[in-house]
Each structure stands twice: as structure tokens, then as C-alpha cells.
DNA sequence: CTCAAATATGAGACTACTCTCATTTATGAG
DNA sequence: CTCATAAATGAGAGTAGTCTCATATTTGAG
């Protein structure tokens, strides 16, 4: 029985609520090894120490703990990224710490991406939650005139899809900070900013804040 | 029992060629209906109206049918991409019209989409196949003095994660040139060409070929 | 047309899971 | 510590598929 993000919150509480954490942090893990279709639910119980019986006592299916599942570390990274993005006014800036952040908060619980990328597709509301952000970063670049585009729900899904292919290719081949510069820079070649000050708001928005 | 390519071209043939074709082409369907994973075999030989057993007349399991049906159709739709290929010498010509008409033929056949998009993701030997023709373009641009960037694989991934969300957008939302022109736009910033060549190399490249 | 070979058939054995529930065990309030 | 309640357990019934094989049917060469 491993240790995650939801015992780490439940540690306090009653019986219920650690062990509907634990089945929830084996349910991240398991997807991470197996994949959404492959994680069996008594994979999930397997890994959680439990008997497979009381998997029923806390959902009702594979879906609930999934999206449950994804939901709880959704919220978790929006709330360390809102965190880190305060106060940085100038959007390419942001839209560069929140591509970078991101990425690194997943390189740093990789069975964390597994999930949220799963996620992303198959569940409606989690991808517009997460695209309410960047859309808000987005207008505001328009705002400001450092973005060069028309802000529609493509161009969210387009930049959505480079950085998922960033975290992929970093899940795979291991974290390579090279490979999120790169990404950050595509996107903002993307946003229609010019080379040199894409590169500068790169510089600005990589720079790990101490 | 519908009607395929791959029935098409077993036509003149023995019974035991078009039943394969008739099992690949019921594949395909179904695997765009239900999607790779939901996709069982009861539901190909079903959907070729065909006996249950006869599917193991020709295949030992579902990997192998996917894999010889997206190999079948890759090939069939690299076979078209070709033809209306040959004689672009512009690089970023050759992009944008790789692009729009790659995209157009999965709209023409919107079954085949799925099933060469779930094998990219799965297959190895076909992503490399597919990426073959890309990298080939990208590199002459980068000759011709065209793009302004580095030829990676990272970089082929982030073309192909494009070109995969517009095919995506438009199998749910119906074909739509806007976003294959956006598409192909937003691929040619990521290339780093400046927006009035990008325009007019897609004016040129989307021009529908009598 | 005939018949041996090729092919298709589908019932059912097998496998792998999901989900239920009567029973056992653990919890924590008093 | 006691005990009513909450929770966990795991055997097994149910379900959904895969795959096999003895049998029936079709094919096409002669």
C-alpha cells in the first residue's frame, strides 16, 4: 500500500475517509502503469491493501474514482500553479510559467499525468475547467498586444495538444528541460509573438522563482 | 455487411481474400464507431456478417487485424498524398497541402481516421512511417531556407499533435476548412515562417487541384 | 457434375472480470 | 471496557468476452 496525495489529506480523519484516500491514491497509480481502459478495479483494490469487496463501499464504479481521482489532483495543481502564477501581469509570461510549472509539477508526480491527460479527454467539464485558465491568459495577451490571434476553442485545444505531447514525450524519454522550452517557445510562435520576444518571455517565465 | 476499401480491392479474388477484406473493412467500422479498446471481435464478425469463429480463419487476435488494417489504409492514403504531392517543390507548399489533403481524405473517410489515429498512438512502426514523409518536407524547408528550425523528433511530434487535433475537431464537429486552414497556419508558425509568407503559401497549397 | 479440399459455422469450454451480500472485524462514544 | 455501529471481507453468482473444434457448407478443379 503506497502513499499519495489523498492520504496525505485524509491522515486525520475517520477510517472512511483514509481508506476511500487510499483507494484513490491506488487508482492514480494503477492507471499510470495500466492505462484508464487496462486499470481493473481489482487492480485498484490490490494495490490499496484492501479486499476487493470494499471498493463498493466508497464508489459505485471505475468512472466515479476516475473522475474523482482527477478532480482532487486538478485542483491540487490549479491551486500550487495559481500560487506560482500570482502577480505576473504580462500574459506571455504567464502563459510560459503556467506551461513550464505545469509540466514540472507533473515530471515531479508523473503518475499524476497519467490520469489528468486521461482525463482531459474523456471527461467534459475537467477540459473546460482547464481551459478556463489558459482562455483567461490568452484574451489578456490579445489585450495586451503581445498575442498575434483569434482566441477561439480551436486555438485552446491546439496549444492544449502541445503541451500534452511535451508532458508524453517527457513521461516517456524522462524530464527534459530542453523539451519545455521548446514547447513553451512553439506556443508562443503559435500566439504569433516574434521570435526575439518569445525568446525573452521564455527567458523571464522559466526563470524558477526561488 | 457494409463495403470497403479493402473489399474493393479483394474483389476479383478467392473467397478466402474477400472474407479477410470483408473482416478488415468491418474492423475499421466498428473501431470508429466504438473506439480501439471497446472494439471486440463479436462486434467485427458481426458487423461482416460472419460467424464468431471465422475471424480466427484469419487472424490470431484483434492486434493483428488493427495493425493490417491501419497498415492497409496508411498505405492507401500515403498512395493518394503521393500523387497529389508529386511536383511541389516548395516546402512550405508541400506542408500545407500534405496537411489539408490528409486531412481531407480522412473526411471523405471518416472511419479511416480513428484507426489511424489510435495506431499512431499504439503502433510503433507506423508513427516512424507517417513522420518519414513529414520530416523529409520540414528538412527541404529548412534547406530552402523556408522554416527556422530545428529539425527534431520533438518537433515532428508537435506538427503531428497539430494536425491530430484538427482531424479530432472535425470528426466531432463535422469537416470545417476554417480549421484546416487554421491548422495549417498555426503549423507554419511553428515552423517559424512570418505570417505574410505563411498566408500565401497557404493560399497556394489549398487550392483544391482540378 | 463430382468430390476432395478449403472455408465457415456456432455451441460451449474457458477466462477474467464486476458486483453482491452474509459474515467478520474494527472503531470510538459513553 | 462495552457494545452498537461502521467498515472490511472474500466467496460466489452473474456477465461478457475469447478462443476451440467437431461439424456443415461451399468452392472450384477436373
Chains 1, 2 share one sequence.
Not at 499510470?32 to 484492501?50: F, H, N, Q, V
Not at 491551486?79 to 503556467?98: H, S, W, Y
Not at 510549472?101 to 490520469?115: K, Q, S, T
Not at 485545444?157 to 505531447?165: E, G, K, W
Request: hydrophobic residues 45%.
Amino acid at each position: 500500500m503506497r502513499h499519495g496525495h489523498f492520504q496525505d489529506h485524509a491522515a486525520g480523519q475517520g477510517k472512511r475517509e483514509r481508506t476511500r484516500a487510499a483507494l484513490l491514491d491506488a487508482a492514480v497509480h494503477v492507471v499510470a502503469e495500466k492505462g484508464l481502459e487496462a486499470a481493473k478495479i481489482s487492480d485498484i483494490t490490490t494495490a490499496a491493501g484492501l479486499a476487493n469487496g470494499t471498493f463498493y463501499n466508497h464508489f459505485t464504479d471505475k468512472d466515479q474514482i476516475l473522475r474523482e481521482a482527477a478532480y482532487g489532483l486538478g485542483l491540487e495543481v490549479a491551486r500550487q500553479l495559481d500560487a506560482e502564477m500570482a502577480g505576473i501581469e504580462d500574459a506571455a509570461r504567464r502563459v510560459v510559467t503556467a506551461t513550464s510549472r505545469f509540466i514540472a509539477i507533473l515530471m515531479i508526480e508523473p503518475d499524476w499525468a497519467a490520469v489528468l491527460l486521461g482525463s482531459a479527454d474523456h471527461l467534459p467539464g475537467m477540459r473546460e475547467e482547464m481551459f478556463r485558465y489558459l482562455r483567461g491568459d490568452l484574451e489578456r495577451g490579445v489585450a495586451q498586444g503581445r498575442f498575434n490571434v483569434e482566441v477561439t476553442s480551436f486555438l485552446l485545444d491546439q496549444v492544449a495538444s502541445l503541451i500534452a505531447v511535451a508532458i508524453r514525450v517527457q513521461l516517456q524519454a524522462g524530464a527534459d528541460p530542453a523539451v519545455t522550452q521548446q514547447v513553451c517557445e512553439s506556443i508562443l510562435r503559435l500566439l504569433g509573438m516574434p521570435p526575439a520576444k518569445a525568446r525573452k518571455a521564455i527567458e523571464s517565465g522559466m526563470r524558477v522563482p526561488s
